[in-house]
């Protein structure tokens, strides 16, 4: 199915296409939810939340751009407002950390084990490095989303970056003596 003929049936609240469009974007709607979720539940309940507000809103889209960037935007800022609402943002005294490059032994990790270390981080820890790293936002991109200073952004990226540099080092030694 013609994908701008399938928008315009949602638009009409055409109930068989509304799923037809679910069935073609949860999964990869899912892979963004799950980045900024501490679990598959939680996940779930965004994907849910988000694309509720995707079938409200789909009469703004205006064919600008791609369509799937559009949902993921709204399914992004359904997780970020779930996070803004339980107030997991407390701000922080230290506005600059040095920048910490996390390097990763690519023949002893994968990614999955890299995913999973992203999954323990800290929400907010989690949420400004999915943002900036995997998504490409700015720290003033991320504070304005986050009602956050860009510093406090700056300082949370780094602060991810050491935990998982730390994570993934004692996996890696775990691993080599397993061996």
């Not at 049936?9 to 709607?29: M, V, W």
């Amino acid at each position: 199915m013609d994908i701008k003929k399938l928008i315009k049936e949602c638009q009409q609240n055409k109930t068989q296409s509304q799923s037809k469009l679910y069935e073609l974007f949860a999964p990869k709607l899912y892979a963004v939810c799950y980045k900024y979720s501490r679990n598959q539940e939680e996940a779930e309940d965004t994907l849910h939340d988000g694309f509720i507000s995707i079938l409200k809103k789909i009469d703004q889209y205006q064919h600008k751009g791609s369509f799937e960037g559009w949902m993921k935007r709204i399914v992004i800022n359904t997780a970020l407002e779930k996070y803004r609402k339980e107030k997991v943002f407390p701000l922080l005294t230290e506005e600059h950390l040095e920048d910490t490059e996390v390097e990763i032994d690519e023949e002893n990790t994968s990614i999955d084990e890299l995913l999973t270390c992203i999954q323990k981080l800290p929400n907010r820890y989690r949420l400004v490095f999915n943002l900036y790293v995997l998504d490409g936002y700015s720290h003033k991109e991320i504070a304005k989303m986050l009602a956050i200073s860009e510093g406090t952004s700056k300082s949370n990226l780094s602060r991810a970056k050491m935990i998982l540099k730390t994570t993934l080092e004692t996996h890696q030694q775990q691993n080599l003596n397993s061996i």
